[in-house]
RNA sequence: GCCGUGGUAGCUCAGGUAGCAGAGCGCUUCUCUGAAAAAGAAGAGGUGGUCGGCGCACAUCCGACCCACGGCA
């Protein structure tokens, strides 16, 4: 097994010091990032994602930062076709990978091979599916594929929506999903804190977060020509800086519905990574250093 | 002190001609096939301010008291 390839995965829930964690171990063991972050691949998105900035990078290169326009859909395909490449050109480098992120999805779909049906988006079919009721959305995709329709979540427009449009765009059933060799082993490193701990420190860094001008930053991508619609759809940071601009809000019900809303959505992350038995969560940098060291001394 | 209004889930409150106690938010748990910071689901929480009365039966009707808020003195 000596020279199978290898990947370092660290993952956890937001503002658990993942990006700082893995700057130092990168460093350490010869690794180049890859962030693995449906957010930060958004250009002129940076306080609000908490991208690392060039100085916090010391030195070590990180991929798939800034990659997209915020005008334009991003999505995991997208992800996973740019982290791919990424990975095979760390390799030629003779370094090694670290995905580094937060978002569960994307981690998941690059390192264990997932295959997403080659079915675009169409968004005229979906804006026309969006007219029919929940009911009737399920209604029709068990009569198109009734496999499929016994195991989606029959109340989510939104995957009812993609379902059927792969079944119609691709005049067949959704394929039932099949994990495929991703031609290397990956380790899985879980930085966890417990609740009250998290809690103060999405706290911590909402504020500085507002120091450092996530307004203005909200505000000059949309002078940049990104609408309201799509930074509220960016969800958290820019959904709720954007109602606090536009009068829906006042500072403090925005700082804390955001807050909560933060807290939500690391408790989400954590049920993600929690059923994955394969992470090893560590407790610091030290249980860090000796688990990759074991790793790829293998 | 008097008058009025209110006291129902952790919070904000619905309802109530007596018949198994509700919502939203929060909390807990969960789902995830090209939006994933998205989109969804389930569950746990109540001696209905206190005491007494009438009733087969009271959160609901009657009385007293306590508490909060507003007005008058």
Redesign the pocket.
């Known amino acids: 097994m000596k020279n199978l390839k290898k990947i370092i995965v660290i993952l956890g829930p ?1 503002a658990s010091g993942k990006t700082d964690l893995s700057v130092g171990l990168a460093k350490k063991f010869n690794g180049e990032i890859i962030s693995a ?4 691949v958004y250009k002129g ?1 940076n306080i ?3 991208k690392v900035t060039k100085k916090e990078m010391q030195g070590v290169p990180h991929y798939l930062l800034d990659v997209a326009s915020p005008k334009k ?7 996973k076709k740019l982290a791919d490449k990424a990975i095979d050109k760390i390799y030629k480098k003779k370094k090694v990978p670290f995905l580094v992120g ?5 981690i998941q779909v690059v390192v264990d091979g ?1 295959s ?6 169409d968004l005229t079919l ?1 804006k026309k599916l ?1 007219k029919k009721t929940v009911p009737e959305l399920y209604k029709i995709l068990s009569k198109l594929d009734p ?2 329709a016994g ?3 029959k ?5 009812l ?3 059927l ?2 079944v119609l765009k691709s005049k067949r059933p ?4 099949q994990p495929e060799n991703p031609g290397f082993s990956s380790l899985y490193l879980g930085v966890k804190r417990d ?1 009250k701990t998290l809690q103060k420190l999405i706290e911590k860094r909402l504020i500085k977060r507002l120091d450092e001008g996530m307004v203005e930053e909200v505000e000059s991508l949309h002078k940049s020509g990104v609408s309201w619609k799509r930074l509220e ?7 709720y800086v954007t109602r606090y601009i536009r009068g829906k809000l006042d500072r403090e019900e925005m700082i804390k519905q955001l807050q ?2 933060i ?3 690391a ?6 990574f ?2 994955d038995k394969r992470i090893k969560w560590i407790k610091d940098k030290k249980g860090a250093i000796t688990a990759i060291d074991k790793y790829l001394n293998k």
Request: without cysteine; hydrophobic residues 25%; positive net charge.
């Open positions: 937001t972050d449906s957010r930060q998105m609000g994602t908490g859909r991003f999505d995991v395909v997208q992800f937060g978002t569960g999805f994307y997932i997403i049906p080659n079915v675009k988006p979906r969006e496999r499929r195991d989606i979540d109340n989510n427009p939104r995957r929506i993609r379902a449009e792969i959704v394929p039932p999903i609740t759809e960016f969800g958290l940071e820019y959904r909560k809303e807290e939500h959505y408790k989400r992350q954590m049920t993600w929690k059923k």
